[in-house]
């Protein structure tokens, strides 16, 4: 199977697998914004953020790792998956130590017991799957994924409705469904077999940390671009605005839908080819691909967010539209970024995946401070955009020294003036505006066209050669 369909066809898979969590996701938002209230919405989700921020930091961002390493033919499978799950042991009794400090954080405080199970829960989901992805299980993975999703939906609904725990239901429904999850991946691709503590070996091990180890600061400094602006808004404007804010990520996050499928089937892909020649011409083409759907998604997206806002979520929180179309743009630039950072990856040099990102942390930290007692959330929302920007961007010229992927920058120009003009039109509600977002959508997809319909015949060809 060459590069380009199996490219496609691990993303279909992961497409298929995740689009009905993603739908039970969606599904769920309503609900969730009916029974909470905006200043619990607000908390509820500073604990899981301020979770998901300790995750990479207690498990060193190991789970990178098992993926890259396991993927090579010449590591022992068992070596690989048995470091993971020891430093991720390792690091989460670290962080046991840190108990007393955690329970005086005033956004934690009264959670902290769910803080700790939920790091612990997701880690080892989080090396479980990255294991069984790169020993090559992909619908088992993709299965694993709905299962996980399904069972967050049924807890979130049980503790909501029916045992009425409120904040506490809310995180508690992901610490079950990635327990069980994690227990599911060992239980059907027998991963117990793989857990070997005795001859490990422990020069891939600390090639291992060597590798995720710069992932951390990276991970930090990305949870500050993507999550700092919430702690902003909150400390700023209020917890009831920000849980508004926070609920504008919705939308956008059908971008990173998108993104993720493309992703997960990206990240195999781009690890096993070898021949930089054929790198750099696979990369540029997917790329140029990649970069023109998202274009044309994330002007559809703008175009219609108040008609999606009315579906997704209760009318107490149908205001949250008004930051989404920055956070638009914002997402659509991560997810240029990310590309690029798989470069990063496949060559080792994850140090400057934490200096790129980096640059975009400092400018988001900054224009926050500026931006958001001026213009409120959307200030927030614009600082993320912003931040991206100037990660992608220092991404896509500095990879150049490993790997020269070329990048049509008029189109890019072009296709990004177009939609932040869409964000500024919609936010200030100007007259006419639904003609003007309409004839702009429709700019975006002429401008991006070719390109759609050229990387569609180049698969169709090589699949006809392949045939």
């Known amino acids: 199977m060459n590069q380009y369909k199996k490219l496609l066809s691990n993303t279909l898979i992961f497409a298929i697998g995740q689009l009905g969590t993603k739908i039970l996701m969606f599904l769920l938002m309503p609900i969730t914004t009916h029974i909470l209230a905006p200043e619990e919405m607000s908390t509820a989700r500073l604990v899981s953020n301020t979770a998901n921020f300790i995750i990479p930091i207690t498990a060193v961002c190991i789970g990178e790792a098992v993926i890259r390493f396991a993927l090579e033919s010449k590591t022992?499978?068992?070596?690989?998956?048995?470091?993971?799950?020891?430093?991720?042991?390792?690091?989460?009794?670290?962080?046991?130590?840190?108990?007393?400090?955690?329970?005086?954080?005033?956004?934690?405080?009264?959670?902290?017991?769910?803080?700790?199970?939920?790091?612990?829960?997701?880690?080892?989901?989080?090396?479980?799957?990255?294991?069984?992805?790169?020993?090559?299980?992909?619908?088992?993975?993709?299965?694993?994924?709905v299962l996980n999703t399904l069972m967050y939906f049924v807890f979130t609904l049980l503790g909501l409705i029916v045992?009425?725990?409120?904040?506490?239901?809310?995180?508690?429904?992901?610490?079950?469904?990635?327990?069980?999850?994690?227990?599911?991946?060992?239980?059907?691709?027998?991963?117990?077999?793989?857990?070997?503590?005795?001859?490990?070996?422990?020069?891939?091990?600390?090639?291992?940390?060597?590798?995720?180890l710069p992932l951390i600061p990276n991970t930090v400094f990305f949870w500050i671009i993507s999550l700092s602006d919430q702690y902003f808004v909150t400390g700023i404007v209020g917890s009831a605005i920000n849980g508004l804010y926070t609920t504008s990520y919705t939308i956008p996050n059908l971008l990173v839908v998108v993104s993720t499928f493309f992703m997960q089937a990206w990240q195999l892909s781009a690890f096993t080819e070898t021949d930089e020649r054929v790198r750099a011409r696979f990369y540029t083409t997917v790329f140029d691909a990649y970069q023109s759907l998202l274009f044309v998604a994330g002007s559809a997206?703008?175009?219609?967010?108040?008609?999606?806002?009315?579906?997704?979520?209760?009318?107490?929180?149908?205001?949250?539209?008004?930051?989404?179309?920055?956070?638009?743009?914002?997402?659509?630039?991560n997810c240029f970024g990310s590309f690029f950072a798989s470069i990063y990856m496949a060559e080792k040099r994850n140090v400057m995946t934490m200096i790129t990102t980096f640059s975009g942390a400092a400018l988001n930290v900054v224009l926050?401070?500026?931006?958001?007692?001026?213009?409120?959330?959307?200030?927030?929302?614009?600082?993320?955009?912003?931040?991206?920007?100037?990660?992608?961007?220092?991404?896509?010229?500095?990879?150049?020294?490993?790997?020269?992927?070329?990048?049509?920058?008029?189109?890019?120009?072009?296709?990004?003036?177009?939609?932040?003009?869409?964000?500024?039109?919609?936010?200030?509600?100007?007259?006419?505006?639904?003609?003007?977002?309409?004839?702009?959508?429709?700019?975006?997809?002429?401008?991006?066209?070719?390109?759609?319909?050229?990387?569609?015949?180049?698969?169709?060809?090589?699949?006809?050669?392949?045939?």
Not at 110 to 132: D, H, I, P, R
Request: hydrophobic share 60%; with cysteine; charged share 15%.
């Open 76 to 145: 022992h499978k068992s070596d690989v998956f048995s470091a993971g799950i020891l430093t991720v042991l390792a690091g989460f009794a670290v962080f046991l130590m840190f108990y007393p400090l955690m329970d005086l954080l005033p956004f934690t405080k009264g959670y902290t017991v769910l803080l700790y199970l939920y790091v612990l829960a997701s880690s080892l989901n989080g090396v479980c799957a990255q294991f069984v992805r790169a020993k090559g299980y992909v619908r088992l993975y993709a299965f694993d994924g």
């Open 368 to 467: 926050n401070i500026i931006l958001i007692p001026k213009f409120g959330a959307n200030g927030a929302s614009f600082a993320t955009f912003a931040s991206y920007f100037v990660v992608f961007v220092f991404r896509c010229i500095h990879s150049r020294k490993y790997l020269k992927v070329d990048v049509s920058w008029a189109r890019l120009i072009i296709s990004t003036t177009i939609l932040i003009l869409q964000a500024v039109i919609i936010i200030l509600q100007i007259k006419y505006w639904i003609v003007f977002e309409i004839a702009l959508t429709v700019i975006v997809l002429l401008v991006n066209a070719k390109t759609l319909i050229t990387a569609l015949f180049k698969l169709f060809e090589r699949r006809k050669h392949t045939a």
């Open 163 to 212: 045992f009425k725990l409120g904040i506490v239901g809310y995180v508690l429904s992901t610490i079950l469904a990635d327990f069980l999850s994690a227990v599911f991946l060992i239980w059907i691709a027998e991963l117990w077999r793989y857990f070997k503590i005795k001859k490990l070996d422990k020069q891939l091990w600390k090639s291992m940390l060597l590798y995720s």
């Open 301 to 333: 997206l703008i175009l219609l967010i108040q008609p999606i806002t009315r579906i997704l979520v209760s009318k107490n929180f149908f205001d949250s539209w008004i930051y989404v179309p920055y956070l638009i743009v914002a997402i659509v630039f």
